[in-house]
């Protein structure tokens, strides 16, 4: 209908790329909307697949773990009425409110991106002059970026840092780190922070959910030597020492 507001006819990422202005007022050319729909593609898939493939470096070396995640991932199971063996079709209808249930596997997901920050380091441009607290001035049109592992191996922020300890992000279990107290979001900028955060990370938790379900119903995880692949936190990020990760099919109950 032509006489509805332009807000209402677009209610999708390319429909609000469409009704965007340039800052000097100007609409967005095709090949303007073409290169941001393809940042966006690139940012969604890039950071969805490295935080998998670092999870499951994790959990391969950490059988305990790994255990803690099927006992949950069977009650839940149990719970949507698929049974405590189902296969990866199973998984893959697991709703929303089932997925938001295994906190346990979020804890996980959460401990393996505050090692490795699938995102690049946040770049911010100062819009003002302004002073910090330590006396450094940051003259307005500074770019600046932050490094979100120089906080989360803080030891101030973090008990432990260098342990790999999911129980530090729930509130009802204590782990080999001894934290006692859940970490506050504005100090885990994995998807970054305040208003820029990225709008698709409560999907993105989701949508990894599903795929780890999916693969431990039908496999166990096994990291040659039975150890995590090291990581190397050199020029602000992370890299790891491949270490091999089998996928072993399970003997599912007939």
Known sequence: DAEQPQSLLHNDFLGYLMEMKELDGQELTDHRLCRLIAVM??????????????????????P?????????????????????ECNAADAGRLSKVALEKMVY??????????????????????????????????????IMALSPLLIHFDEAVYSKPHVFDPARWLTD????????????????????????????RFFARLEIKC??????????LV???????????????????PVPVHLKARCLAA
């Open 64 to 84: 305990d773990v790994l255990a803690a995640i099927r006992e949950e991932q069977v009650r839940v199971f149990v719970g949507e009425g698929l049974g405590e």
């Open 41 to 62: 593609v690139f940012a969604a898939y890039h950071t969805t697949s490295i935080t998998l493939t670092h999870l499951f470096y994790d959990l391969a070396a950490k």
């Open 105 to 142: 596997l979020d804890a996980c997901i959460r401990e393996s991106q505050r090692f490795a920050a699938p995102a690049m380091n946040p770049v911010r441009m100062a819009t003002k002059d302004m002073v910090c607290q330590d006396g450094t001035v940051v003259p307005k049109g500074c």
């Open 173 to 200: 279990q204590t782990g080999p780190s001894g934290s006692v107290k859940t970490p506050a979001s504005r100090d885990f900028l994995t998807f970054g922070g305040g208003r820029h955060q990225c709008p698709g």
């Open 211 to 220: 795929i780890v379900s999916a693969i431990l119903s039908e496999f166990d």
């Open 223 to 241: 990291a040659e030597g039975g150890e995590l692949a090291g990581y190397d936190f050199a020029n602000g990020g992370c890299e790891r020492t």
